[in-house]
């Protein structure tokens, strides 16, 4: 039989795999369902050495792929590049001869129809005219000029002038992708109202496709062993922790409200559950604070969890954390921040604080009563609102050619 599949190109600025962290779990999604209808074509970088074992599982489902290492210091460097061209940094950092002549190999010798472009750093290797035959769509997740925006706030200067810098030079490179692209997508309804207001007139071509959960995977599970020790009360948060909002997350949540907690639960343990974390972040692990690295697994950790919590003061998008423990049945507590484009009811389906008195008598509150059927809440929420296949459906149609998201 004849495969009449069409070509696409799938440019993404971090392997899709194995699905780990925010930005994977999406791009992972994205990828099984494109090579179920697509011959795809996957163009890469890798910036965790531990991920080139993952490379042949990806390449054996590929039309093609190449995968291009982004050391850390040689990234940075060739950065720089972007003071001096008055670009946002962000572009020349991804920006690499092999991934520019490997997306020319493709273009000249398959008939690429499709392009799917993960984040806006991937954007400048299909900006040509050549490209406009094909249908192009960008994912740009979250508005990320808009998080530089944030971080510019947070820090001293010279720091916040190269912060507010690159949130200005970011944002006109994603209103330049926007207008040329077929179709932009952002992963909540927040977000992509943030990007219509920016660039007004290519609202109709500005969507929102929301993140799903596994449900099958993360799901409350009896019987798993708990990598905690006996009689203690784990309070829990998961994520990538060489991920800058994720440490400041942690290192309030330790300096501001942790010690209001231990103070009348002295059984508390917080347990840091996510990899690469810093040499600074894992001198903090030692009696009631736990850092784990890189686990295989994070549900165990999730499973044994007596709360699960988000204390982001930075934040965009969703927050895949929050609907990875909604999922686990666990009672949940967040901050405004980590709230955003999740459709959830605050105190109903998981709890809300943002002054750290109130987020530290929110943990209480969980470990002195109990669940009190917020994780079951939590559960159904995600069941009936985060399925990953209606998000695929959604993105095929506007990849296909559809103007507009059908409602989830």
């Known amino acids: 039989m004849v495969d009449t599949r069409p070509h696409l190109l799938f440019l993404c600025h971090r392997i899709p795999y194995p699905p780990d962290k925010g930005d994977k779990i999406r791009s992972y999604h994205w990828w099984a369902a494109l090579v179920e209808r697509f011959h795809v074509h996957l163009g890469a970088f890798i910036d965790d050495p531990a991920d080139w074992v993952h490379v042949d599982k990806l390449r054996a489902q ?17 950065s720089l590049s972007g003071l001096w061209r008055g670009t946002a940094l962000t572009l020349p950092y991804y920006r690499d001869v092999r991934m520019t002549r490997w997306v020319e190999v493709q273009r000249r010798t398959n008939d690429i129809g499709y392009v799917l472009v993960f ?9 040509g005219g050549c490209w406009s035959r094909a249908r192009r769509v960008v994912d740009f997740v979250d508005v990320d000029s808009d998080k530089w925006g944030q ?13 507010r810098r690159e949130a200005l030079r970011l944002a006109w490179a994603e209103e330049g992708l926007a207008r040329t692209f077929a179709a932009s997508l952002f992963v909540s309804e927040p977000e992509a109202a943030l990007f219509r207001k920016r660039v007004a007139a290519l609202g109709q071509r500005v969507h929102a496709i929301r993140n799903g959960v596994d449900i099958a995977y993360f799901r409350p599970t009896a019987g798993c062993a708990s990598p905690f020790p006996v009689d203690c009360e784990p309070v829990v948060f998961t994520g990538a922790m060489d991920y800058w909002a994720n440490v400041d997350a942690v290192l309030w949540f330790i300096r501001e409200v942790w010690p209001r907690v231990r103070a009348q639960r002295p059984r508390a343990l917080f347990a840091i559950v996510g990899s690469r974390p810093s040499p600074a972040l894992k001198a903090l692990g030692c009696g009631d604070i736990v850092v784990t690295g890189r686990v295989p697994d994070v549900r165990p950790y999730l ?11 930075v934040a965009r998008g969703i927050q895949n954390k ?20 999740i459709a959830a009811v605050a105190q109903r389906d998981l709890l809300l604080a943002d002054a ?3 987020f530290a008598d929110a943990i209480l ?44």
């Not at 984040?119 to 900006?127: N, P, R, T």
């Not at 993105?395 to 296909?400: D, F, K, S, V, W």
């Open 62 to 78: 590929c039309a093609s792929s190449l995968f291009v290492p982004l050391p850390r210091g040689t990234a940075l460097l060739r």
């Open 119 to 127: 984040s806006s750093a991937m954007g400048q290797y299909v900006e």
């Open 151 to 163: 971080y510019a706030q947070t820090r001293p200067w010279p720091t916040n002038w190269v912060y």
């Open 303 to 313: 499973q044994a969890a007596a709360a699960v919590v988000a204390p982001m003061r």
């Open 322 to 341: 929050v609907l990875e423990g909604m999922a686990m049945a666990k009672p949940v507590v967040v901050t405004s921040k980590a709230l955003e484009g």
């Open 356 to 358: 750290p008195g109130a």
């Open 365 to 408: 509150a969980v470990l002195g009563a109990g669940d009190e059927g917020l994780g079951s809440r939590a559960r159904r929420l995600v069941e009936r609102e985060y399925d990953w296949a209606v998000s695929t459906q959604q993105l095929m149609a506007l990849l296909l050619g559809s103007d507009r998201v059908a409602p989830a």
